[in-house]
């Protein structure tokens, strides 16, 4: 069967349509390689960071010293208050959860005219893995989290198999001490008022099969991971589905493979969704074949499964799955590209947002909200487009002007977006109206490496931050852009 394949590198895409994906028909061609070197110990000193400013049209050096003093400020007044108090300043979540204090500090980044960013330069306790590639099957580096109080959480997958995790202050430098949890892969972080969750990937079994033919090794697990606010779990909650009686290449099975895997998290206020690629086991006669789709589930505050609002199968294929909660329709809301028609949608059941083609080139960038409806970045042929849906087919669908196959999309200040795209070693953004789309001033340069399948993060105060690659595997860089008036 002929295939297309990503130019630049990514995931094949079949040209013939089907709703599922046979095994034996499936090739892909992986891009770039993973560096893997040896980790250092998690628990050594938090190491200093340095920090630079830059706007769209000049360069400053700047070390953060006035919002890091004003961080220590505001701590000093809040524990000094609390002092006397500290029965009324504390509530504890649960048994299971560390006391959270309500004294916390909070970050103030002060808006300015024009667009600023501020690149963070942080050296890590170990080393960080996956570097090398960008396709969609490879390791995710890293991810950033915006906790309520406008500090974050940064997430690595480090080359021990185990997931860091360390808090940032609001000067975005590491404060505290890692932990650290078994995972061989990141899929995405997510925080609140009592901690935040993880999304990874752990080692699974496949069993025996037999299979129909080829392979599809390994059969890994994704979990949701609950930590409190000093970091430790609180529960791990599997979302795909083996047992030690169902495993890969058992009918029924839902893994992660090789094959497209990758996913993110979503949060109403009480559960966390997440959406993500898996493998779909099924019988044929006496064998099993292993098909592609997405999957989404929704998991409580206990760690549970809520299967009235999760979905086995949404997409099929389906690659760059994205998720939002809707406040306002208090619903969570899904994109996908997908091959099943070659277009957008959104999955159980199908809706086209955008219509397209299969020919390699079609891959979706990221889902935010709308002044009225919601937002999604997407290519085709190295064209970006973003299209405004609320159920459906796309209302309004804008040209920004930007060549890319990967562009990304984030809420930003008030009334806002950004969308940011790879330009060589560095990364581009474009400000955007969330009620037209259309571009509000220049074109901005952030000097980071931009990443295929990683997006920015946006913050309360108006803010938006990125975790990228550093100079060495030792280093990530955090990029922010300062809010805007």
């Not at 939002?324 to 947002?353: E, H, L």
């Not at 849906?389 to 990967?406: D, I, L």
Request: aromatic share 6%; charged share 15%.
């Amino acid at each position: 069967m002929q295939k297309t394949s990503t130019p630049g590198g990514g995931r094949r895409i079949p040209s013939w349509r089907l709703a599922v994906l046979s095994l034996s028909a499936v090739v892909l061609a992986i891009a770039g390689t993973t560096v893997a070197l040896q980790s250092a110990n998690a628990e050594q000193p938090t190491a200093a960071a340095t920090t630079t400013e830059t706007t769209a049209k000049s360069t400053t050096s700047s070390s953060a010293t006035a919002e890091a003093a004003a961080e220590k400020t505001t701590a000093t007044k809040a524990t000094t208050a609390a002092a006397t108090t500290t029965a009324a300043k504390a509530t504890t979540s649960s048994s299971a959860e560390t006391t959270v204090t309500t004294a916390a500090t909070t970050c103030t980044r002060t808006a300015s005219a024009t667009a600023k960013t501020r690149i963070s330069n942080i050296k890590l306790p170990n080393k960080v893995k996956g570097y090398g590639g960008e396709g969609d099957t490879e390791v995710l580096p890293m991810a950033i989290a915006s906790a309520p109080n406008g500090r974050s959480w940064l997430a690595w997958v480090s080359t021990n198999d185990r997931v860091y995790l360390q808090q940032l202050s609001c000067a975005d430098k590491l404060i505290g001490k890692a932990t650290s949890f078994a995972g061989i892969d990141l899929q995405d972080v997510s925080a609140d008022a009592k901690g935040g969750v993880l999304l990874i990937t752990k080692k699974g079994s496949c069993g025996t099969g037999p299979l129909c033919g080829g392979e599809s090794s390994p059969c890994n697990t994704i979990h949701m991971i609950r930590f409190n606010t000093s970091g430790k779990q609180v529960w791990d909650q599997q979302v795909t589905n083996l047992t030690s009686a169902r495993k890969g290449y058992t009918s029924g099975a839902r893994f992660a493979w090789w094959y497209q895997h990758h996913g993110r998290l979503a949060y109403d206020g009480t559960n966390y969704a997440a959406y993500f690629g898996t493998a779909i086991t099924v019988k044929n006669g006496s064998c099993v074949d292993i098909h592609e789709g997405d999957r989404m589930q929704v998991v409580n505050s206990a760690g549970n499964i809520v299967k009235s609002k999760s979905v086995d199968v949404g997409c099929s294929h389906a690659w760059t799955s994205r998720i939002i909660y809707d406040p306002t329709k208090k619903k969570f809301v899904m994109v996908c590209a997908t091959d099943n028609d070659c277009r957008i949608a959104q999955p159980n059941p199908y809706r086209t947002v955008a219509a397209s083609k299969c020919d390699g080139t079609l891959f979706g960038g990221d889902l935010v909200l709308a002044g009225t409806g919601y937002w999604t970045a997407w290519s085709q042929g190295n064209a970006v487009k973003i299209s405004r849906f609320t159920t459906g087919a796309a209302n309004k669908t804008v040209k920004p002007g930007v060549a890319t196959q990967h562009p990304h999309l984030v809420r930003y200040s008030k009334s806002k977006m950004l969308l940011t795209w790879g330009s060589g070693a560095k990364t581009k953004a474009k400000v955007l109206s969330r009620s037209t789309g259309a571009t509000i001033g220049s074109t901005l340069t952030i000097n980071v490496k931009d990443h295929n399948y990683m997006s920015f993060k946006e913050f309360k105060d108006g803010s938006a931050a990125y975790a990228a690659a550093g100079a060495t595997t030792n280093y990530i860089k955090i990029a922010r852009v300062m809010p805007i008036s």
